[in-house]
């Protein structure tokens, strides 16, 4: 199994609301990332996690709030976000944070701020 | 960070070899070169990565300069299923420094497959 499954894959949400994306992958990875991409664009890294803790946050607004609750399982919480934050947020994962070790990413969430 | 540089475009014709370039003048020693590639709508796709020699797999080469600043993915019979944005990525090896566990994206090159 080499995939890293993301859900939803679309979201439509309010600026009031709050919902969350979920990331999952059963490789055995140890490491694990949040990026965000605006249309044609590349995708921008917004959190790294490696076993389970965060060890980079690239300058994210507070509105944005990773979890990693197990090996498997990344999370983003996303409270009070702004329309220009609509983007396709990716997740990856791999078996180290070094060179050595290639990412897996998934399909993606693709989430509208109204 | 080591920064990238590569062709904003490239065309091809299906079934002819494809040589997307990449610039990497400030790589250092222990820096791996990867290559994903983004087809629309989809997520990024690892394509390949090495350090020094050159690369072989299923997918693709990759040609690394004898300096390592430059590195090239060849594709050797394009496909129209190869269409996408190709990315050179610099992964350092190294614990300790900003970029280490990074994996950050330059602009990338965007293939056109002709049929």
């Known amino acids: 199994d080499t995939e890293v499954t993301q859900t939803p894959k679309h979201l439509v949400m309010g600026m009031t609301n709050k919902k969350s994306l979920k990331c999952e992958q059963h490789m055995g990875h140890r490491a694990m990332y949040w990026y965000k991409q605006k249309a044609k664009k590349p995708p921008e890294l917004m959190f790294v996690?490696?076993?389970?803790?965060?060890?980079i946050n690239e300058s994210v607004p507070s509105r944005f709030s990773p979890e990693c609750p197990n090996s498997s399982l990344l999370n983003l919480h996303l409270h009070a976000l702004q329309p220009e934050d609509s983007a396709l947020y990716l997740c990856a994962s791999s078996h180290g944070r070094t060179g050595l070790t290639e990412a897996f990413f998934g399909q993606g969430t693709r989430l509208t701020v109204v | 960070d080591a920064k990238t540089t590569q062709p904003n475009s490239m065309e091809s014709n299906e079934e002819e070899p494809v040589h997307l370039p990449c610039n990497h003048s400030?790589?250092?020693?222990?820096?791996?070169i990867h290559w994903y590639r983004q087809l629309p709508s989809q997520g990024p796709e690892y394509v390949i990565h090495g350090l020094t020699s050159n690369v072989n797999n299923r997918m693709a080469s990759l040609a690394i300069a004898e300096d390592r600043k430059s590195s090239t993915l060849i594709l050797h019979r394009a496909t129209l299923r190869d269409a996408a944005v190709y990315y050179c990525i610099l992964r350092v090896t190294n614990a300790g420094g900003t970029s280490y566990g990074k994996l950050t994206f330059g602009q990338g090159t965007i293939l056109t497959v002709h049929p």
């Open positions: 400030t790589i250092s020693g222990t820096d791996y």
């Open positions: 996690y490696s076993y389970e803790k965060l060890s």
